[in-house]
């Protein structure tokens, strides 16, 4: 393990400056910390050596592990969002299963170590499934889908997209398909069973709604 940590290190300094931030190096140091290891037991110290820098230079910019985390989830959010502008014509619910897939498909490289986050957590996936947090995600989802997120209805709909989303990422982490099929399909699945309950009508569903409705 000391040998890959040197090698990574030595990797990470032929790089050029301009090819990866400190910000970067750090983050990365952190993810391959948590992936080969229990991430009880990663300290920032370990971190700060992994990536070859002061822990003073490691703690301006991610003072608590719990920032790493708050760094994994806003990257994940960023690509969830990024490619929600070009596909305005698909219904709803695709637009929503296609946005959690690409929250899902950001988180992949770093699949070891949001098991090993998850694991270590006080409560199954609260690190990565704690409540304002989560919620945001949700919210940022269903608008990007063009389904209300503000008003009662809206609320409950984060709160189901919520539910269903840490259900999902349980069986995310123990896909080891290329394609992620499992998770698609377990995606797909559970999306449609808490649409029917999201409108409060049979017919229900992810639609694309007026904001507060």
Known sequence: MARKARQRRSARAAQPAAARSERDRIFEAAMELAA????????????AEEAGLSLATVAASFPTKDA???ELTRRADAAML????????EPAHDR????????????????????????DSAAPLDALCAGARLRRAMSLALESAGI?????FG?????ALSAVYAGTLLTWLRDDSA???????????????????????????????????
């Open 82 to 89: 990024a490619g929600s502008d070009g596909a305005a014509d």
């Open 148 to 152: 209300g997120a503000d008003g009662p």
């Open 155 to 159: 609320r409950m709909r984060v709160t």
């Open 179 to 213: 394609d992620s099929a499992r998770t698609m399909a377990a995606l797909d699945r559970a999306l449609r069973f808490a649409g029917g309950f999201t409108r409060f009508r049979p017919t229900g569903g992810w639609r694309a709604t007026p904001r507060g409705a």
């Open 36 to 47: 080969e290891r229990r991430w009880r037991d990663v300290r920032l110290v370990n971190i």
């Open 96 to 119: 929503l299963h296609d946005a959690l897939m690409r929250r899902l498909d950001a988180l992949k490289p770093h699949r070891a170590a949001v098991a090993s986050i998850a694991r």
């Open 68 to 70: 790493f985390v708050v």
